[in-house]
T-cell receptor
Framework: DGGITQSPKYLFRKEGQNVTLSCEQN?????MYWYRQDPGQGLRLIYY???????QKGDIAEGYSVSREKKESFPLTVTSAQKNPTAFYLC???????????FGQGTRLTVV | AQKVTQAQTEISVVEKEDVTLDCVYE???????LFWYKQPPSGELVFLIR??????QNEISGRYSWNFQKSTSSFNFTITASQVVDSAVYFC?????????????FGQGTRLTINP
């Protein structure tokens, strides 16, 4: 089946550790996005990429890093510099042009 | 800069009532796209509709309808004869083409509760 897969669904991290969230799509989409959602809040854009080997910072990129080495993959690393990483993280992709984005099922990250 | 404002944080109505979710946006782009998404308790966002800036025709899909007015920079969403299954968080989003740099920006969301 085609779609966007985020893994893991739940992730626990110790303070001071880096952790990487996976986002894979088999839809042949060009653009990919990472969002953070806090309880009762909207979605805030972390990073986005429109083509392979290129990405741009969103509104809250500090403490995060990404790579786009393959079209189908856009992993997000939450570094120790991110002071409050506990949140729900959503990955999205779209094919390009006048199209909507489709979302994965999300990863819930908790710092313990 | 792009911005989406959903002033209604929470709405609660009784089943079968009509309900309208407001969305106001800001952008300097003349070409842009507007979207509505639904987020059920499972967390995944479900796409509902896309509208481009050149098409101000209102759209109806079953019990759902959307009213796009460029003059007031609004893109409101109405559910007619609401049902309990409509309970979810609804997000309005905007993507500008040039100055917006293709960023997809979301509003804060409106939590809709339909009571039986």
């Amino acid at each position: 089946d085609g779609g966007i897969t985020q893994s893991p669904k739940y992730l626990f991290r110790k303070e001071g550790q880096n952790v990487t969230l996976s986002c894979e799509q088999n839809l042949n989409h060009d653009a990919m996005y990472w969002y953070r959602q806090d309880p009762g809040q909207g979605l805030r854009l972390i990073y986005y990429s429109q083509i392979v080997n290129d990405f741009q910072k969103g509104d809250i990129a500090e403490g995060y890093s990404v790579s786009r080495e393959k079209k189908e993959s856009f992993p997000l690393t939450v570094t120790s510099a991110q002071k409050n990483p506990t949140a729900f993280y959503l990955c999205a992709s779209r094919v390009g042009g006048a199209t909507e984005a489709f979302f994965g099922q999300g990863t819930r990250l908790t710092v313990v | 800069a792009q911005k989406v404002t959903q002033a209604q944080t929470e709405i609660s109505v009784v089943e079968k009532e009509d309900v309208t979710l407001d969305c106001v946006y800001e952008t300097r782009d003349t070409t842009y796209y507007l979207f509505w998404y639904k987020q059920p308790p499972s967390g995944e966002l479900v796409f509902l509709i896309r509208r481009n800036s050149f098409d101000e025709q209102n759209e109806i899909s079953g019990r759902y309808s959307w009213n796009f007015q460029k003059s007031t920079s609004s893109f409101n969403f109405t559910i007619t004869a609401s049902q309990v299954v409509d309970s979810a968080v609804y997000f309005c989003a905007l993507r500008g083409i040039i100055q917006g740099a293709q960023k997809l920006v979301f509003g804060q969301g409106t939590r809709l509760t339909i009571n039986p």
